[in-house]
């Protein structure tokens, strides 16, 4: 009996145990599913909070793609120097600034051609004097003047009218050069105090369209009978616009005749110092053939 009593009660325990331990591997694998459960909705819930955070960046970017050819369109383009200055140009009037451009072209085209001229009328005095000496040391008066004649400038000019005077005297030699001289200084200056006149006249003719637009204002005005803004900002603006662009051509121009002034002044020096050279050089070639 007391056998039979302590297998029942081993086995109550046994079975109890088991119990026991099936219940916590339950609890284990509830909690493991739970765990489980709760990682793949905070997985999804990453999922989706990533996938709209892409759809929003996206969705950023093809607006901003969208508004940035806008905004460029709205954005004014930016005018040339050329092109405002024809705004500015036809905004000051046809008339009086058809005679500032008008100033300003002839202006240019005297420039141009004396700058021209002066350039070619430069010439190496020191070389010719020295082709010139030893010409007429070896071949005479003919040789030296055939020297002259193949050479460009008034420093050339100059010595070919001396050596063609040589056979009436060094004093007819010395008077010629000074007539040759004279005339080469004027066909230097040929045309320069046509610039001078177009810069005094170019400023002159910006304020006379400065005056005639101060007129037309005030006559607007008293038109009205009001003083207003708009009324006088027109004829103000044109009268502005005539007087810059006079002063801008006269300082083009004068800028041009300042340079043109210097040239010819070196060529007048180069003149001066070669003609003296030149006398020293026919009064030793004298000596020696008297």
């Avoid at 079975?15 to 599913?33: H, I, R, S």
Wanted: hydrophobic share 50%.
């Amino acid at each position: 009996m007391k056998k039979a009593l302590s297998l029942l009660a081993i086995v109550a325990l046994s079975l109890g145990t088991v119990n026991a331990y099936a219940q916590e591997d339950m609890a284990a694998t509830e909690e493991v599913a739970e765990t489980a459960a709760t990682e793949t909705m905070d997985s999804a819930d990453a999922a989706v909070d990533s996938a709209a955070a892409t759809t929003d960046s996206a969705a950023t970017e093809e607006a901003a793609a969208e508004e940035a050819p806008v905004e460029e369109a709205a954005a004014p383009a930016e005018k040339g120097f050329t092109q405002v200055l024809k705004e500015k140009f036809i905004e000051g009037g046809a008339f009086f600034m058809s005679f500032v451009l008008l100033a300003l072209v002839l202006g240019l085209a005297l420039v141009i051609e004396r700058i021209i001229y002066l350039t070619f009328a430069q010439t190496n005095t020191e070389k010719l004097l020295e082709e010139v000496e030893g010409a007429l040391n070896n071949g005479g008066v003919e040789a030296a003047k055939e020297v002259c004649r193949n050479t460009r400038g008034p420093v050339a000019t100059i010595f070919f009218e001396g050596l063609d005077h040589y056979g009436e005297g060094l004093d007819m030699v010395d008077k010629s050069i000074m007539s040759v001289g004279s005339v080469e200084n004027g066909k230097l200056e040929k045309g320069v105090s046509w610039i001078s006149l177009f810069i005094a006249l170019a400023p002159m003719l910006g304020f006379m369209g400065t005056v005639i637009g101060m007129i037309g204002a005030f006559d607007a005005i008293e038109a009205a009978g009001d003083i207003n803004p708009s009324l006088v900002a027109g004829g103000i603006k044109v009268a502005l616009l005539t007087t810059v662009f006079g002063l801008i051509t006269a300082i083009i121009l004068q800028i041009f005749y300042n340079l043109i002034v210097a040239m010819i002044d070196g060529i007048v020096i180069k003149m001066e110092d070669a003609s003296i050279s030149f006398m020293d050089m026919l009064v030793e070639y004298n000596k020696k053939n008297a």
